[in-house]
């Protein structure tokens, strides 16, 4: 009976003490929530208790890019906010009693390379997406649409009947079609070079004139991941009065919302300007661009079905469900498009419609066009909504802004928007070197197209002994189209699926042999009258200099015998012999090196021949120097440099940095990947198990090095001072971290003795030099920035400058340091939508020219010189060795005209050749002399380039093509269009 009492009795306590817990849990959660609430706002004061609150206020004042980094005060991650990342703030008031006029601008993005082939996304959705959109502008008078991607169109166009063709025509004069983008193809932004960058808008504009008879007015940079000040330069030099842009650092762009100044004029160097509205939330997909909430827009993406608001039309396709449920749910877009407008100084509000590899057919086209033409009918019979929508592009909505907006108002920007980020602290400058031997093998296979394209130059200048370009022009345009593409904001940043990274490494292969054994003989035959036959066990070689300064300094040569350790190098063409030895400075079989002279635009027939006399010899380790520099290899293996002239000391060693490899909170950050660098805060100098170091040296050159189990390197210094390549150290690093560093990020760390302040400089597309600081409020992948060709240091009177033969990324942690990555491997994916890691790794070489000055202007000069060596064409046996010299059949570059290319007022920086009108577009570029770069001055640029052209070109006339112009200016291009 006890025990029943005392049964009974728990039985009444025990909703009171179910009820005592629940009230204490209550109290418990409410305080763990206000906790969590004032921590939330202390991280994120910025965003919400600035950009929520809506500082809008005008600002006419101009922005610096530097200078905003050091505005905004926190780029760490909201530790208690799971989703923040992916919904932009919701700025601005709704204004009900104010028109909006919203622009909706349908579009599809189609990437020639990524999760598929470039011809696999063609036959699959970009040749019916073309074929549709032609049939529906002609049907439907009052749709838009917006292309960017000129490869795939000139691939359409050149299948194409003549009948579809037509109605292309017909829809781009009609402005129902826009073309937006003036390239070949939509290239990255920071990795390019300025001759890739060149010839891939020259190429694409030229395209675009010629065909379709127009010329790009506005552009969409949609997709590379963060934008580049040369960029704006070069939009701007193509004439193209407006950009709109997605890809920029999410705090930057929130910044400027806030300040509704996401309409600017990008100003860059000599004066050129475009006027650049800025995409305020995260991606051009429709979820992502109706306004701040891409759950409610995605509502209206009647294409796509997973989304979380349960709408009537996402169960079933039914046209009078539909037209129901959108008069009972337009409420809803309209109120976004009021969000986003708010944000914008005018009324006028563009919206995007549109996703990768968009309307392809007939029913994607009804359910999006013809559903937001239902749309827009209801908008007009609902006069409260004021709100007046319609299909544009983009042309005519920067003109509606324009006719709206004072120019006053207009704020001027000046510097660039790298490195991109989405997600708070997760930077996408991972992608700066990922896969360093595609970009590696991209950049050689450009430079010989480079070399070609100049030769077809002076080919196509004397059309009657020009036969090659008739029969090899399916081999031209096909390694054009193949190079071209490489530049794609998808392939040279190396962020494909492995099996379209591995299959476009092949393809620029086979465009490389195509280039040096088929069509670069026939053009050397055409240009110098260079009789030949192809032997492959030759060792002769043609020397070509396609460069505007004569070249004088060393030069690989791939044998096709067994490697001697010395050789007469004599030359057939001019005629004479020096015996030259020849170190194997670069860790491939059958490689040597020569030093060799050539005079500009001009070439040079050589032959190798074993020498019985021995010239080389290899020691230990010991000091080597010239002029300028000496170098240390010490007995710890410890490298030490040092520039005589101002007694600078510097160093270098190999690092490694550490990343996150896996997601333990998915707010707090995501692994590294192809695309994103995420810093563990690990950081280790790595001793990698060497020999013993070697050391040689000959009449030409000084060289030490070691090898060691992952990385192998050699530096060497040449003695000849009338050489440019005397003033730099050349420092050849191979490594293969493929079983040493995974889930790590490989560096090269230079130390010096300079006093920076944690400033460094890095080019922009190889251009003018951009300033960049280490800010400790960002992560180390926040501080990481492009480099195409080279990176500074400086204590305002000495240069400290690397030179490298292909992109990396680069940045300085601390005093006089320069932190340059060579590779990285990661086994896991960074949800960015590859979906794989990055596990493909290959040794690779990289090439790096370190140079200690007095002038910041040594970086782009060197770039432009040491990065061209002359193209060497091999394994043919010349016929004609009786010439006493090599003069060209072209009365462009005449040998009396080689003294004016020689001289320091321009650089021929490239020539892109258009077949089908036998014309040649010439890029020249004012930079300083080399030989004043002790104190820094410049040699004047005494040649008014439109008259000497015209004289010098003798039966030619030089034109300025509308889409170019002439400007003098130290760093400017000058592009000329030459017309037979």
């Known amino acids: 009976m006890r025990v029943l009492r005392k049964s009974r009795k728990l039985k009444k306590l025990f909703p009171t003490f179910c009820l005592n817990v629940w009230e204490t849990a209550k109290v418990f959660l409410f305080g763990i929530t206000l906790i969590s609430l004032l921590l939330f706002l202390t991280v994120t004061r910025y965003r919400y208790w600035t950009l929520f609150a809506v500082v809008c206020q005008k600002s006419e004042q101009p922005i610096d890019t530097f200078e905003l980094l050091d505005k905004i005060p926190s780029f760490t991650h909201p530790i208690f906010s799971l989703y923040l990342d992916e919904f932009p703030p919701l700025i601005g008031d709704l204004e009900w009693n104010e028109n909006v006029y919203v622009h909706v601008v349908p579009f599809s993005h189609t990437d020639p390379g990524w999760l598929m082939k470039k011809d696999a996304y063609y036959n699959a959705f970009v040749s019916r997406t073309i074929d549709n959109v032609v049939e529906k502008l002609v049907e439907e008078p009052s749709s838009r649409f917006v292309w960017t991607e000129v490869i795939f169109l000139k691939t359409w166009y050149n299948k194409a009947k003549d009948k579809k063709r037509a109605l292309l025509r017909r829809a781009v004069r009609n402005g129902q079609l826009e073309i937006a983008y003036p390239g070949y193809v939509m290239q990255d932004e920071a990795l390019p070079d300025l001759s890739q960058t060149i010839t891939n808008f020259i190429s694409g504009a030229s395209w675009i004139q010629r065909v379709l008879n127009t010329s790009v007015e506005s552009s969409f940079v949609a997709d590379p991941f963060g934008l580049t000040s040369s960029s704006a330069y070069f939009q701007a030099y193509m004439n193209v009065s407006n950009m709109y842009i997605q890809r920029i650092n999410h705090r930057e762009k929130e910044y400027l919302a806030a300040h509704k100044q996401l309409e600017f004029t990008w100003e860059t160097k000599n004066h050129l300007s475009v006027f650049t509205s800025v995409s305020p939330y995260k991606l051009y997909s429709i979820p992502y661009s109706c306004g701040p909430d891409p759950r409610k827009c995605c509502a209206f993406d009647f294409w796509r079905r997973a989304c979380n608001f349960n709408f009537p039309w996402q169960k079933s396709w039914d046209p009078g469900t539909v037209k129901k449920a959108l008069e009972d749910h337009v409420h809803i877009l309209a109120e976004q498009y009021r969000y986003k407008s ?40 609902n006069k409260q909504y004021k709100i007046e929508a319609k299909f544009s592009t983009f042309s005519e909505y920067f003109r509606a802004v324009r006719a709206d907006l004072a120019t006053p108002e207009i704020p001027n920007l000046h510097g660039d928007f790298v490195p991109y980020t989405d997600r708070w602290s997760e930077f996408w400058s991972g992608y700066y070197t990922t896969r360093p031997f595609l970009k590696s093998t991209g950049n050689r296979v450009s430079r010989v197209l480079d070399a070609a394209e100049m030769l077809l130059m002076l080919c196509l200048s004397n059309l009657k002994k020009c036969h090659s370009p008739t029969r090899l022009k399916v081999a031209i345009e096909s390694s054009r189209d ?83 350790s010395c050789y007469e190098l004599k030359e057939l063409i001019p005629r004479g012999t020096w015996t030259t030895t020849l170190m194997n400075l670069v860790p491939r079989e059958k490689v040597v090196t020569v030093f060799v002279e050539v005079y500009a635009m001009a070439g040079k027939v050589v032959r190798l021949v074993p020498s019985k006399h021995s010239c080389s010899t290899k020691t230990k380790p010991k000091p080597i120097w010239n002029n300028f520099y000496e170098v240390i290899h010490g007995q710890d293996d410890a490298w030490k440099a040092k520039w005589k002239v101002r007694n600078v000391s510097f160093n270098f060693q190999f690092e490694a940095f550490g990343t996150y490899t896996t997601k333990p909170l998915y707010f707090i950050t995501n692994p590294s990947g192809a695309y994103t660098f995420t810093y563990d805060g690990t950081r280790e100098t790595l001793q990698p198990d060497c020999g013993h170091g070697f050391s040689s040296e000959t009449e030409f050159h000084r060289s030490v090095g070691n090898s060691c189990n992952f990385v192998s390197w050699s530096s060497t210094l040449f003695q000849d001072v009338s050489s440019i390549h005397s003033r730099v150290i050349e420092l050849s690093v191979t490594s293969d971290i493929r079983h040493h560093l995974m889930n790590q990020e490989f560096a090269i760390v230079f130390r010096t003795s300079l006093k920076t302040q944690l400033e460094f400089y890095t080019d922009s597309n190889c251009m003018f030099p951009m300033r960049r600081k280490y800010r400790h409020k960002l992560s180390l992948p926040g501080n990481v920035y492009p480099m195409s060709c080279y ?93 006493s010299s090599l003069k060209t059949n072209s009365k462009l570059f005449s040998s009396s005209n080689q003294q004016a290319l020689s001289g320091c007022s321009f650089n021929l920086v490239n020539a892109w050749n258009d077949l089908e009108t036998n014309s040649s577009f010439v890029a020249l570029q004012k930079l300083p002399d080399w ?25 030619f006339v030089v034109k300025q093509n509308p889409l170019f112009f002439v400007n003098s200016s130290l760093y400017d291009l000058q592009v000329f269009k030459i017309r037979n």
């Open 482 to 564: 193949i190079v071209g593409n490489f530049l794609h904001h998808d392939i040279i940043t190396g962020t494909s699926k492995q099996y379209v990274m591995d299959d476009f490494i092949r393809q620029l292969e086979e465009a490389e042999k195509e280039m040096l054994t088929r069509v670069t003989p026939a053009l050397l035959e055409d240009v110098f009258g260079v009789k030949y036959r192809y032997d492959e066990h030759s060792n002769a070689f043609f020397v070509f200099n396609y460069n505007s300064i004569p070249y004088k300094g060393p030069l690989f040569l791939n044998l096709s015998s067994d490697l001697h």
């Open 342 to 381: 708010s944000l914008f100084r005018t009324n006028h509000v563009l919206v995007l419609l549109g996703d990768d590899f968009r309307y392809s057919s007939s029913e994607l086209w009804e359910k999006q066009v013809y559903t937001y033409k239902k749309i827009f009918e209801i908008f007009d019979k």
């Open 791 to 883: 990176a500074q240091i400086t204590d305002g009177k000495t240069w400290f400058t690397l030179v490298t033969d292909y992109a990396h990324g680069v940045t300085s942690t601390s005093e006089g340091e320069l932190v340059l990555f060579l590779d990285r491997i990661h086994s896991h994916d960074d949800w960015r939508g590859l979906n794989e890691g990055i596990m493909d790794n290959v040794p690779v070489n990289a090439k790096i020219w370190i140079s200690v000055s007095g002038a910041q202007s040594d970086g782009m000069w060197l770039a432009h010189h040491l990065r061209r060596q002359p193209l060497v064409v091999g394994n043919l046996e010349f016929l004609n060795q009786r010439n």
């Open 931 to 955: 030989r004043d770069v002790p104190d820094g001055s410049f040699c004047e640029f005494i040649l008014d380039a439109a008259g000497a052209l015209s004289y010098e070109f003798d039966n």
